[in-house]
């Protein structure tokens, strides 16, 4: 099987991030693999093993530091990966973006699979898997927690097929397509693995090629949705009133009418 | 404007936000809602009786079971033939699929998570988090019809008017598909921490209950994750007593205390609660990043340096497992339970 995960570079979700002038300062904050895609990279990578023959290839959308996430992915076992880079990216919405990787899709060629985070820490509408699915024509098999890949098919000639545990807000609900497919992957499929030390040297060396749009024979998408102001959000009352008393009972009382007094609930 | 509303629900059940969107909707101008599914006429005249002014039902037996393509293509075709420029929804992570789908056919996208929505004339400007709710921006989409989903519980629930009518028009399904749906295994989830005014949440702190003793021939680990369960049941009595949903920090999910569904925070849910319960929580910068929109927090924690209380409109430093069943039971007396 040939399987791409997508991933994006983003601010460490531990960045104190503000606006400041009509700009997103995010200070010293390291940029990093969008922590939602380590779990694609991580699920991409439980195919490959599931599956002989398989590869995994890494495939982001960025500037030229955006390769640090890859290598990322590298480190972590992907097999390669691929940057796609072009200054006409810049303003991309998450249709765009959903263009854009459909059409890297179809140039890498031959794809069974392309595996996504649920969303990213910084925009984090969640929206392009879907969309690269339906840009490709492709059957969406969203929020999985759990990927199973019909190995027993290909002997008899037939289209291989895919299933998925969906975690959604009801439950779970398991979901069949034919390969290929778009996934996108929740926390459930496990944990990320750590990069080895064989990995993170594989990585440092890797030349890892970038794509252009003119690459991929496509006009730079127009933003449909664009930013018309960025705040920070309100300030909350940080006034903090300790509550306390002589036993749990005394101070739970209090506590309890406060809270009703409050009506909040 | 002409304006729809899709709701969402499950097996009949809608998802408390539809409302709100149609309270959104009305206070813009008549509006119709959308619903698809098989045999869904409860909804639709649920959908009258919360305000809207007429109905378009998609219902056929090959939309029983939501799949993203199927319902992107209804949309995709109602909104072809009948120009909305606006298209509410509920953000579920069914109405992000689809709606996400229908916008690449209908060369739009989709803003999510809506807190704000103005309309000026033509204009339509979205207020949404961004960063997980470090920041907000303010974006416009530049193509028609808008979709927009909005964050539950961040608009009003509009009143039900009993046995108000409105005509209800069937609509063609769409239902060529990609994919199938095998079953389900729908979780006793009780009440869902995005519908949920009161959130009870626990942390690293609720396994940490020294005067439990673990039943002979557990490991360390198991050891853990059992007096975390014992931890979690009174974080549950709490929650259960009023009314509310059980949350955990993103430490009590990794350490194996609770399922990841139940996460609070930057890599788990976005939660807007009118009162949200801490427990044991230390409350690192993404899961309070999870909780910036609950109106109250209070916090319960020994650590009289933790940040969590840095949030807090209230806080009681102490031990949780004397200070929860205490509450519970304060509670049980006072709201007569």
């Not at chain 1, 990279?41 to 995994?56: D, I, N, P």
């Not at chain 1, 249709?95 to 820490?121: C, N, P, Y």
Request: proline share 4%; glycine share 8%.
């Amino acid at each position: 099987m040939k399987i791409i995960a997508c991933i994006k570079q983003v601010p460490d979700s531990e960045a104190k991030i503000k606006a400041e002038n009509g700009q997103i300062n995010t200070g010293d904050a390291p940029l990093v693999i969008n922590p939602f895609d380590e779990y694609a990279v991580e699920g991409a990578l439980q195919q490959r093993e599931a599956v002989s023959g398989s590869t995994v290839t890494a495939l982001c959308i960025g500037p030229e530091s955006a390769k640090e996430a890859l290598k990322h992915a590298l480190a972590m076992g992907a097999d390669d990966a691929i940057l796609v880079s072009d200054p006409a990216l810049n303003d991309l919405d998450t249709v765009g973006a959903a263009r854009v990787l459909a059409a890297a899709i179809q140039k890498v060629g031959g794809v069974d699979m392309v595996v996504f985070g649920r969303q990213t820490l910084d925009n984090g509408s969640g929206l392009t898997s879907a969309q690269t699915a339906r840009a490709l024509g492709w059957s969406l098999l969203g929020l999985a927690g759990q990927i199973k890949v019909d190995t027993l098919s290909e002997s008899k000639g037939e289209e291989r097929s895919v299933s998925v545990e969906r975690v959604i807000e009801e439950g779970r609900q398991s979901v069949k397509a034919n390969l290929p497919a778009v996934i996108s992957v929740v926390q459930s499929i496990g944990e990320p693995r750590y990069p080895s030390f064989m990995g993170i040297r594989k990585a440092s060396k890797a030349e890892i090629p970038v794509w252009s749009l003119s690459d991929l024979g496509i006009a730079a998408p127009d933003a449909i949705i664009t930013r018309s102001e960025l705040m920070n959000p309100p300030a909350r009352d940080t006034s903090v009133e300790i509550i306390s008393g002589e036993s749990a009972a005394e101070i739970a009382d209090k506590l309890a009418d406060k809270l009703i007094a409050e009506k909040v609930l | 404007m002409k304006i729809f509303v899709y709701i969402d629900h499950f097996k009949g059940e809608a998802q408390a936000t539809s409302w709100e969107a149609l309270g959104l909707a009305k206070s813009f101008g008549a509006t119709t809602a959308l619903v698809f599914g098989s045999s869904v006429d409860d909804v639709a005249k649920a959908a009258l009786e919360y305000g809207a002014d007429d109905v378009l039902v998609a219902d056929d037996p090959a939309l029983l079971d939501f799949r993203a393509e199927t319902y992107a293509s209804t949309l995709s075709a109602i909104a072809s033939s009948r120009t909305p420029d606006l298209i509410l929804f509920p953000t579920t992570t069914r109405t992000r699929e689809f709606a996400a789908m229908s916008a690449v056919d209908l060369n739009t996208n989709v803003i999510t998570d809506a807190t704000a929505v103005e309309v000026n004339g033509d204009s339509i400007v979205v207020t949404r988090p961004i960063y997980e709710g470090k920041l907000f921006e303010k974006v416009t989409a530049s193509a028609k019809p808008q979709l927009i989903t909005l964050r539950g519980r961040a608009f009003p629930k509009p009143e039900k008017t009993a046995g108000k009518t409105g005509t209800i028009t069937k609509v063609e399904a769409k239902t060529d598909a990609l994919t199938t749906v095998e079953g389900y295994s729908v979780a006793d989830v009780g009440v869902s921490l995005n519908d949920a005014g009161v959130i009870v949440s626990g942390g690293r702190g609720v396994s940490n209950n020294p005067s439990l003793q673990p039943p002979a021939g557990l490991d360390d680990k198991q050891a853990e994750i059992w007096r975390a369960h014992q931890g979690f049941k009174l974080v549950g009595e709490l929650a259960s007593t009023l009314g509310g949903a059980v949350g955990a920090s993103r430490a009590a999910v990794d350490g194996g205390y609770i399922p990841y569904s139940n996460q609070v925070g930057q890599t788990g849910k976005v939660v807007a609660p009118d009162l949200y319960i801490a427990c044991g929580i230390s409350g690192a910068i993404q899961h309070l990043a999870g909780i910036r929109s609950a109106k109250m927090v209070v916090a319960i924690n020994k650590d009289p340096d933790a940040p969590i209380f840095k949030v807090a409109r209230y806080g009681v430093v102490g031990d949780l497992f004397q200070i929860v069943p205490a509450l519970t039971e304060a509670f049980k007396k006072k709201l007569g339970k």
